[in-house]
């Protein structure tokens, strides 16, 4: 009986010996983190990477958090000084039931860019953070010096009418991407010569 118990004692100590408490993560990017009120009873967590120059505000694409740009941005910081938004309905942000179109969304970064005191950032903005961008940039020209796309040129990214039909030219860029015989779309700005 004694070995049997000694034998049992062993076999718990061996099976207990790899195992650690899980520890909460720590967040090794060199950030400092504040919530900023955008509408009531919504507040946004922004990352401040701090840095120099004009501000470059980094916007997630959809599923993400600022918390994406961790690695990234502190590249960013010698020439620029450097913040991310976590839009609403995601990671620390508030998640309210509503306020979720683009111009909202929109509406939250510039609270954020009046909040911080920011003259006239660039946004870049990934994926569906396109979207954001052209909000603001559509509406609020005069608040940013520029917008930066990162895979974020899809159709919910608004569309300039003066420039054709959307639906004819979405139709038009597919058959490129399909068959590549066709030329590129004219860009704003350029003369179809």
């Keep these: 009986m004694r070995i049997r118990g000694l034998f049992i004692a062993c076999l718990t100590a061996v099976a207990s010996a790899g195992q650690t408490t899980p520890t909460a993560w720590q967040d090794p990017s060199p950030h400092s983190t504040r919530f900023i009120t955008v509408d009531d009873n919504v507040t946004l967590e922004v ?28 590249k960013l910081t010698p020439q620029y000084h450097v913040f991310g938004i976590t839009r609403r309905g995601f990671g620390a942000s508030s998640s309210p039931a509503s306020g979720y179109s683009a111009d909202r969304l929109g509406d939250d970064v510039l609270a954020v860019l009046d ?31 520029g917008l930066i ?40 700005g350029t003369d179809s010569k």
């Design 149 to 188: 796309y990162l895979d974020a040129g899809y159709a919910y990214a608004y569309y300039d009418p003066s420039l054709g039909d959307l639906s004819i030219d979405s139709l038009y860029c597919q058959g490129c991407w399909i068959s590549c015989r066709r030329p590129p779309l004219r860009s704003a």
């Design 115 to 145: 909040s911080l005191k920011l003259d006239r950032p660039v946004l870049v903005g990934h994926s569906i953070g396109g979207e954001e961008l052209s909000s603001v940039g559509t509406r609020h020209a005069e608040k940013v010096a």
């Design 47 to 74: 990352l401040d990477w701090g840095g120099s120059g004009r501000p470059l505000i980094l916007l997630a694409g959809l599923g993400n958090t600022a918390h994406v740009f961790d690695d990234f941005a502190p």
